[in-house]
């Protein structure tokens, strides 16, 4: 039966991450040897102390010759540790170095490919048709701006203010339908005359 999850991806090791687990178990390896030589050494004071208490001079100075060889060790001991520390900081700094390579080269790769979608020539044209639009939104803006006196642009904000914070209330619209306006009625012929006559008799006292 298988994996209903599909496979575990497997991790690569690569030729650097088995230098730097070889340099890591050296640095273990060299950490043991200083702590076991210490820890001789330790024993190998109390001894030689207890030689010179019973009269042993000889046997403690050469017991503390050798303790003094043995310091030595462990100070080049720690040397190579050091050495081998910064190996491994220097080769893992390495590969953080090439991951952040591989990563500027696949982003490269997908400016190149938007670049080929779109051209420089396309982008202009956009950048044009959008300050185009950005002018006559200005233009209307401005006709707006100088077609209203101070006065009706405190009216018209004081009205935003109010229709915001819902203390206007809009009027309803009526249910019922509008009554029809009438036509005026054609005017009788003598009173037509009647007006003619006025506007003659004026004429003649103007002139």
């Given at each position: 039966?298988?994996?209903?999850?599909?496979?575990?991806?497997?991790?690569?090791?690569?030729?650097?991450?088995?230098?730097?687990?070889?340099?890591?178990?050296?640095?273990?390896?060299?950490?043991?040897?200083?702590?076991?030589?210490?820890?001789?050494?330790?024993?190998?004071?109390?001894?030689?102390?207890?030689?010179?208490?019973?009269?042993?001079?000889?046997?403690?100075?050469?017991?503390?010759?050798?303790?003094?060889?043995?310091?030595?060790?462990?100070?080049?001991?720690?040397?190579?540790?050091?050495?081998?520390?910064?190996?491994?900081?220097?080769?893992?700094?390495?590969?953080?170095?090439?991951?952040?390579?591989?990563?500027?080269k696949v982003g490269n790769d997908c400016l190149k490919k938007m670049h080929e979608v779109m051209?420089?020539?396309?982008?202009?044209?956009?950048?044009?048709?959008?300050?185009?639009?950005?002018?006559?939104?200005?233009?209307?803006?401005?006709?707006?701006?100088?077609?209203?006196?101070?006065?009706?642009?405190?009216?018209?904000?004081?009205?935003?203010?109010?229709?915001?914070?819902?203390?206007?209330?809009?009027?309803?619209?009526?249910?019922?339908?509008?009554?029809?306006?009438?036509?005026?009625?054609?005017?009788?012929?003598?009173?037509?005359?009647?007006?003619?006559?006025?506007?003659?008799?004026?004429?003649?006292?103007?002139?």
């Amino acid at each position: 039966m298988g994996n209903i999850f599909g496979k575990k991806r497997r991790t690569r090791v690569t030729e650097q991450d088995r230098a730097i687990l070889q340099l890591k178990q050296q640095r273990d390896k060299l950490r043991q040897y200083q702590k076991r030589i210490n820890l001789q050494l330790d024993k190998e004071r109390l001894l030689a102390k207890q030689l010179l208490k019973d009269g042993k001079k000889e046997k403690a100075l050469l017991l503390l010759k050798k303790k003094r060889y043995q310091d030595q060790l462990l100070d080049k001991t720690e040397s190579q540790i050091s050495n081998l520390e910064r190996m491994v900081q220097d080769l893992e700094f390495a590969q953080i170095e090439l991951k952040v390579i591989e990563g500027l080269k696949v982003g490269n790769d997908c400016l190149k490919k938007m670049h080929e979608v779109m051209s420089v020539e396309e982008v202009e044209r956009i950048m044009d048709e959008t300050q185009d639009s950005i002018e006559y939104q200005r233009q209307i803006d401005d006709m707006l701006a100088g077609s209203f006196t101070q006065e009706d642009e405190d009216a018209v904000l004081a009205e935003l203010e109010a229709i915001t914070q819902g203390d206007v209330e809009l009027p309803e619209v009526p249910d019922e339908a509008l009554p029809e306006v009438p036509e005026e009625e054609e005017e009788e012929p003598e009173r037509k005359k009647e007006r003619a006559k006025s506007a003659q008799q004026r004429e003649m006292l103007s002139a």
